[in-house]
């Protein structure tokens, strides 16, 4: 009975996944598919189950058996993308949606309000690269150099001196250079945890950062607001070895925790031997431009590393993120950088120093800070102007996400799966979570340039939600 079954199940697999390959394009009207032996090798089955996938294929009007030719497709797929977005929409499991978000927002079909993106005209990298041309000499020399870990030394004087105008103490030797923010928090997990250790987290959390916990095999808690009082508990009960939280601008919400909380946190980690791991990849992106500190300004026990990025507000292909931590600490995540990505950009390294210290950054970070508040403010009076009174949209005052809370009868996946099969991404809520939690939730990027397209996108949103809402 046991064999039976998973013969069942093989044979209906197999279908599906070679439907899908025809539904992508992978093969024209008339063009011969995959022999039948040939697809008993690739699965590991017998021909006769290799048939009965194909037989279902014929079923559904996908294949047909000619004789001397085998088995040949007899419909394929004009718009292969819109296609694409639309079958894998309709079969995607909760667990694929991160995968699927990120693989359909690289498409141009798609309207991408889903992941945090901006738009290229906010990113000055011709200002950043033009550096390079003005002096070609001396970046020819670095052809022939690795940058090593902790990075270029200008480099993280700048970034030091940048920590320091936001009421920090910070020095060179307080910063190693990654690629980008994620490995960032990848090497501070892997310097302060091994497998199975428990980690707490500020829900709801990147979701980045939860792959870097899985990766690891870390046991996770969620923590969501800022009593000190219930974390003081989970600490008791739980005894991590590490609290990780985004303070600043969180990427979900856009929101911040309070000056007290920050104090309150470092204090409570300190007397239980908690490292923080500070997620400040939004630091820099205050609406008002004004300086907002990250939780190394309270620490003075070394417990917390905190990891920056200039993705955020330069772009996320110059791949240059920092830790800022002791020197102590810096020291011993060395090894680790040697021992995964081994070295980053030279050229992209001083491109970057030079543009840090020419002063272009701070007036780069005003005109940015400036259009994005205007973009979430947009955003927020279209989606206030048509969705019903009961969705709850966050009020940011730096980044440019919006979360809203669409109410109990609102399921975030079955909305994404419709919008999704529209070629309309959003971020469902429950990819922020491991624990089942903001199924009801979205977030919507607003930091794409706000076209004709994508504001019909937008309104496109706030429709399906009335509607779901009437249903």
Known sequence: MEKALKKELLYKIIAKEVSEEIRRGNFSIGQKITSLRDLAKKYHCTVETALKAYIELEKEGLITSRPRSGFVVVKAFKNQSKALAKVEASLLAPRDVLRHLLEMEGKSEIVGLGTALRTPKLFPLKSIFSEVGGRKNSFHELDSHYSYPPGDEGLRSEIAKRLRLRGMSADVDNILICQGATEALFLSLMLKTKACDEVVIHAPCFFGTLNCIETLSLRVTE????????????????????????????????????EAFKKGLVKLCAKYNVTIIEDDAYGELGHSGEFVSNLKKYDSKDIVLSCGTFSKTLGPGLRVGWIFSSAKNIN????LKLATTYSASAHTERAVELFLKNKSYSRH??????????????????????????????????GFSLWLDLGEHIDSFVLYKKLMSENIAIS????????????????????????????????????????????
């Open 223 to 258: 923590f969501e607001g800022e009593n000190l009082r219930t974390l003081e508990i989970l600490f008791k009960t739980k005894r991590p070895k590490v609290f990780i939280i985004q303070c600043n601008f969180q990427q979900k919400t856009g929101l911040s925790v309070s």
């Open 332 to 335: 011993e995540l060395i090894p």
């Open 365 to 398: 970070l005003r005109k940015i800070n400036s259009v994005l508040a205007k973009n979430i403010s947009t955003v927020s009076k279209i989606l206030e102007k048509n969705l019903p009174s009961s969705v709850h949209i966050s009020r940011p005052k730096g």
């Open 428 to 471: 469902p809520g429950f990819i922020f979570s491991r624990q089942s939690k903001y199924q009801h939730h979205i977030r919507i990027n607003c930091g794409l340039e706000l076209t004709i397209e994508v504001k019909r996108a937008i309104a496109r949103v706030c429709e399906l939600i009335n509607q779901m809402s009437v249903n």
